[in-house]
Each structure stands twice: as structure tokens, then as C-alpha cells.
């Protein structure tokens, strides 16, 4: 008889930071630890600090084992990652997608790559494109041996748990170049250059890879029989969080999940489909798939990054010192300045990738900084949420989720559209779990928006004539 005291942990490793989490049977949390991720000093290209993360999921892993049997283990990351493997150990190190890719290498590279039409994926900055990474680190490192295996992120830590490779579509799918999800099936580019072939079989999400190794049971104290389950990508296991809730769970909606990377997934009714042929990939609109394979009409921008830059919040704690009565009382004020942000302080990549962020009557002070600030990143998702033609209810989720000035003005951009909040910030995490029971409930009640009290349909005229043709 299973024990009912067993608990199921959660490694979900973000691009800003990794955390683990232990849940009870009823979907509570039991207890959570969390560690910004470091980058290591480049070689030949800048890469994850694999090793940094692996040891603190060890001590980690180690002490959640002296609080409850730990039946299950799931592994969520966040996406345009991949680790090479041969002979049961990592070849090379896997690529940080913020590293350059020289002009030339990727200029030949996009003549390889198939329609956007075919793949949902538009050709993106750096590495954010997983093919173009592979490319890069094939003229690098090749030519590869035979039995190499590439492994996307969350599935290279199901193998480095169980010893068991696989692949996984959330991952497959998102921006990679390397999967038709129309098709359900891998790139020409994919085949063409041998990549499809040196991916393990495919598996579900929620398919149990494999018992934990015994190198694994004993370094970390998990019992040997500790399931390592094949996970997703983060922004698909918020998704699928978000479709346990009530107001939600059926019809039309959108989950903006925040972090990092704003992402904006469009989630359709039952028996609906979507003009996947009307996104424009010229602004980072994409084509997301889902746990069950189907196509997730998609926007996103850099949201967390550029919350650092422009208003220097904390990566970890967007909203420590967080006085929302006080940023609300700022914004008639700043509205009738004409203090706005245009974007894009992180070039490249959003619904404005051509455009240079910049301030228009830039005030000193930090409060006023924070509230323009969280107007902008209302503007820039409302652009996003229009991009991908969001009809239904909104659900925010992550770090951003407490910016009272960002959803109150997101609320107040789209009237038509009731604009929700999950509270806290384990929406990935109990994505995660729902692989495991697909009944359990949510940890709490969704909380509806209320709209700010200002008419910003003029400010947002304003700030769209600013922006030139990309905003047309």
C-alpha cells in the first residue's frame, strides 16, 4: 500500500532561477527552496551552469528527504535548451541562449530553416532558436559520434535521474525550428541535418521515465523506488494549471505567465481551432504546443529583464517594497506629464524587436519609475494579447502576478477581457503535478481583477503613435 505521507518534489529550473518544491498528496506545499542561477565564465561559448545546479538539487533533494518519503520527482525548464550526451555522459555543456552566434554562421543557418507557416517558430536573436544552437554547436564540437543523443532541457534531467532518455513535445515545440506541430512531426531542418534521428523516442509528459538510479538514491536519500516522471516546459505546465480553474477550464482564455519571459499562450475551446497563418513572426509571435500535442497560438517579450533595466527591480523579488496604494496614486499625475517607456530595452525579441527603449520625460524618482514602469508592461501585453487575437479571460501567474499597478492597468487595457490572478507563484509547479492527477485542485481561488480607475485608451493612442509602423 502506498504510503498516504509521500510526497511528489518539483525541480523546475527557470532562466533567472531554479527552484524546488514538495508537495503533499492534497497538492499543498510542504516546503520550497530557491537559488538564482549563475553563469559560468565562458570558453568556447557561454553555457548553463549545469554543475552548479546539480549540486544544489543534491542538497536540496537531500534535506526535502528527511521531511517525507518523496514517491515522485518531475523536472519542468524553461525552453531553447539542450544538452548533448554520449556514453552516458554530457559530450558538452548545453548553450545559454543569450550567447551571440556569429553574423555568418547565422546567416547560413536561416537558409536551412523551414517555413514559419510549418513550424510556428520565428527566426530569433542568439540562441533562442534551439536549432540554431545546435548548428553552432555542431561546427564547434562535431562531428558528433554515432550514439549521441540530443536532450531537451527538462528530459536531460529526467535521464540524469532515471538513465532513461526521451523527448517531449512542449519542449520539441517551442521555437526550436525543429517540429511541424500542425504535423505533429520534426523539421525538414531537423532531418536534413540528422538532429531528428539522434532524439530519444517520444514520451508524455506524465509518463514515468523510470525508477531513480541507485547513484542518485544514494546521493540525495530519495527511496529507490522514487519515480522520475519525463516533465515539460515551464510555460506549458502554467497552462495546464491554469485549465484546472473553474473560470477557465473550458472555454476561450489566455495565461500570461511572468518571469524572466512574459509568455502569452492562447488557449482555445474544446473543438476550436486557431488561424495559425494570421501570427506575425516579425513580433515574436509563435506556436507553443501543448502536453497533448496541440497548437498554443503564442506571443512573449523579455518582461522580467526589462524590469531590471529600466526600473532596476530585484531579478528575484520583483515586488519586495511593493506600496501599490502609493504607485496608484502617482499615475494621474505621471499620465498628465506624458511620462511613458517605449520599447524595446531588450533588442531583438517581443512584439517591438526593431524598436530602441527609451523614456519620455523620465522621472527620478524610484516610485515613479516603478509605476511607469508596470504601465509599460501592461501596454507591451495588451500588444501581445491583441497580436494573437485573445478573446477570453486572462489568468496572470508568476513573479508579476502582485504588480497591483501592472494587472489593475492590464484589466483596465482589456474591459472586455476579466483579467485574473493566481496567488503566489507555484502555477508551474502545480502544472507539474496535475501530469500526476489530473484532478487535483487548484492550491487557490483565482482572484478577478479590478481595473484601474483611469481612462487609458489616449495614453495608449499616444504611446502607439510613438512607436512608427511596428505598432500598426
Not at 55 to 79: N, Q
Not at 357 to 365: D, L, V
Request: charged share 25%; net charge negative.
Amino acid at each position: 500500500m502506498a504510503d498516504p505521507a509521500a510526497c511528489v518534489a518539483v525541480l523546475d529550473v527557470g532562466k533567472t532561477n531554479a527552484k524546488l518544491t514538495l508537495w503533499n498528496r492534497q497538492g499543498v506545499c510542504v516546503e520550497r527552496r530557491t537559488r538564482p542561477n549563475e553563469t559560468p565564465p565562458a570558453k568556447t561559448y557561454r553555457a548553463l551552469d549545469l554543475d552548479g545546479i546539480e549540486a544544489w538539487v543534491v542538497e536540496t533533494l537531500r534535506a526535502f528527504s528527511r521531511l517525507a518519503p518523496i514517491e515522485a520527482l518531475v523536472p519542468v525548464t524553461h525552453g531553447a535548451a539542450a544538452v548533448l550526451v554520449f556514453d552516458g555522459a554530457v559530450f558538452t555543456p548545453p548553450m545559454d541562449y543569450e550567447d551571440e552566434i556569429p553574423p555568418d554562421e547565422r546567416a547560413d543557418y536561416d537558409q536551412q530553416r523551414d517555413p514559419f507557416a510549418l513550424t510556428g517558430s520565428p527566426a530569433l536573436p542568439c540562441g533562442l532558436n534551439l536549432g540554431a544552437q545546435l548548428d553552432r554547436l555542431e561546427r564547434l564540437t562535431g562531428p558528433w559520434p554515432d550514439g549521441l543523443q540530443i536532450l531537451t532541457f527538462p528530459q536531460y534531467w529526467g535521464w540524469r535521474f532515471s538513465g532513461v532518455a526521451a523527448s517531449e513535445v512542449t519542449s520539441l515545440g517551442v521555437h526550436t525550428d525543429l517540429w511541424r506541430p500542425l504535423q505533429a512531426r520534426f523539421s525538414d531542418l531537423a532531418i536534413d541535418r540528422g538532429w531528428a534521428a539522434r532524439f530519444p523516442p517520444l514520451r508524455s509528459a506524465g509518463e514515468t521515465l523510470g525508477p531513480i538510479t541507485a547513484e542518485w538514491a544514494d546521493r540525495t536519500g530519495l527511496p529507490a523506488d522514487c519515480r522520475i516522471i519525463c516533465g515539460l516546459h515551464d510555460s506549458n505546465a502554467a497552462l495546464l494549471a491554469a485549465r484546472r480553474q473553474g473560470e477557465i477550464s473550458e472555454g476561450e482564455a489566455a495565461t500570461l505567465s511572468t518571469g524572466t519571459w512574459f509568455v502569452i499562450l492562447r488557449s482555445l475551446a474544446r473543438g476550436a481551432t486557431a488561424d495559425l497563418a494570421g501570427l506575425d513572426e516579425r513580433r515574436d509571435c509563435l506556436v507553443n504546443v501543448d502536453v497533448f500535442g496541440r497548437p498554443v497560438p503564442s506571443a512573449r517579450f523579455m518582461g522580467g529583464r526589462e524590469a531590471e533595466l529600466i526600473a532596476g527591480l530585484d531579478r528575484f523579488q520583483p515586488t519586495a517594497d511593493y506600496d501599490p496604494a502609493v504607485l496608484i496614486s502617482r499615475l494621474p499625475g505621471l499620465l498628465a506629464e506624458g511620462v511613458m517607456v517605449l520599447p524595446s530595452f531588450v533588442p531583438g525579441v517581443g512584439p517591438f524587436p526593431t524598436n530602441s527603449g527609451r523614456w519620455c520625460h523620465e522621472p527620478q524618482s524610484p516610485d515613479d519609475r516603478r509605476a511607469a514602469l508596470e504601465l509599460y508592461l501592461a501596454l507591451v501585453a495588451d500588444e501581445c494579447l491583441g497580436l494573437i487575437g485573445s478573446k477570453g479571460p486572462v489568468m496572470v501567474e508568476g513573479r508579476f502576478s502582485e504588480a497591483e499597478v501592472f494587472v489593475r492597468a492590464l484589466a483596465a487595457l482589456r474591459p472586455d477581457q476579466p483579467v485574473y490572478v493566481a496567488h503566489a507563484d507555484d502555477d508551474v509547479s502545480c502544472g507539474a503535478l496535475r501530469l500526476l492527477d489530473p484532478d487535483l485542485s487548484p492550491p487557490s481561488p483565482l482572484d478577478r481583477v479590478r481595473p484601474l480607475d483611469l481612462a487609458l485608451d489616449d495614453y495608449r493612442r499616444i504611446w502607439r503613435s510613438r512607436l512608427g509602423d511596428a505598432a500598426a
